[in-house]
């Protein structure tokens, strides 16, 4: 049964997907139909395109390093927008993630009984990200404070880039395949 299930063995980083138990509802309202859906206007469409913006920003962050440790960008603009692209990423996770934990997961909870332990995992997944972005910011400010001629604080900083885009990804993806057809089966109700 799903509500014994150990939650460590689907932590974030080892797993390639929910279980399946946590998936009934794709299983009802897979990808293809979620755009056709009545119900993805609104919430849905937004939520999703918070998490659009994520990958994107994170794929800019990727960019930028990659452009500086190829020498194809100027050391202060790399500064300037790993400092702007960067403070909105951490920013805007700590806010989205901050909303699913206190309103959003509990309410999508109570809407469908059988996929709960989906949002305890995805509630974990929230505290390792919040440790992986700690030493993101690490990162980030060792790149922006190295000395202009050094790769060495650059390259760690693509590292983490990628490090954290991969774990985000994995989340994202577990997030939208639990949450999507939860709201899509039951609606928005409760979660403006």
């Not at 997907?17 to 139909?33: C, F, K, M, N, R």
């Not at 794929?59 to 790399?78: H, I, N, Q, V, Y």
Request: aromatic share 6%; hydrophobic share 40%; proline share 4%.
């Amino acid at each position: 049964m799903m509500d014994q299930i150990d939650l460590g063995a689907f932590e974030l980083g080892k797993r390639d997907g929910l279980p399946d138990a946590l998936l009934v509802l794709l299983e009802e309202y897979p990808h293809e139909i979620w755009a056709e859906h009545p119900g993805f206007d609104g919430l849905v469409r937004f939520w999703l395109d918070r998490h659009l913006m994520f990958r994107q920003l994170l794929g800019l962050l990727t960019s930028e390093a990659e452009k500086r440790l190829d020498k194809k960008t100027d050391p202060m603009l790399f500064k300037a927008h790993v400092a702007r692209l960067g403070s909105t990423l951490v920013g805007e996770l700590h806010g989205h993630h901050g909303i699913e934990d206190a309103h959003y997961f509990p309410v999508l909870a109570r809407k469908d009984p059988r996929i709960t332990r989906g949002f305890d995992i995805l509630d974990r997944d929230h505290h390792t990200l919040d440790d992986l972005l700690s030493r993101y910011v690490e990162a980030a400010n060792r790149a922006i404070q190295a000395d202009p001629g050094s790769t060495r604080e650059i390259g760690r900083f693509l590292e983490e880039t990628r490090g954290l885009e991969a774990m985000l990804s994995r989340h994202l993806i577990d997030e939208e395949e639990l949450v999507v057809p939860i709201i899509l089966k039951h609606g928005a109700g409760g979660l403006s």
